[in-house]
């Protein structure tokens, strides 16, 4: 069984005891349990729903492992005979998410 799940604008395929990076999730510490809501495809036992935009009644629930930051990228700024150069980094947040959990209602009619 898997899900597509939205998150911080990006879709993400989860499955139960993956680990997903994601942008950094504000708002939430390590150890902490999150839940997705806003699930756009599930396949369960071949039986596929697909969300207008969203699939109602699932849930995907996960566990916050780490709050990390990515690889370096150099910016530089140059302009040629006028002795203008800048040189900048950036380092960006990332989260990596255990997927504990897909829960959703079969009884509950989502076409």
Known sequence: MYAIIETSGKQYKVEEG???TTQKQAETSEGK???F????LLNAKDDIKLGTPYVDGVKVYGTILTHKKGEKKVIIKFKGRKKYRRKLGHRQWYTDI???KIEYDIHKDVS
């Open 18 to 20: 993956n680990i997903i």
């Open 33 to 35: 349990q999150i839940v």
């Open 98 to 100: 255990r997927i504990d």
């Open 37 to 40: 809501d806003k699930i756009l």
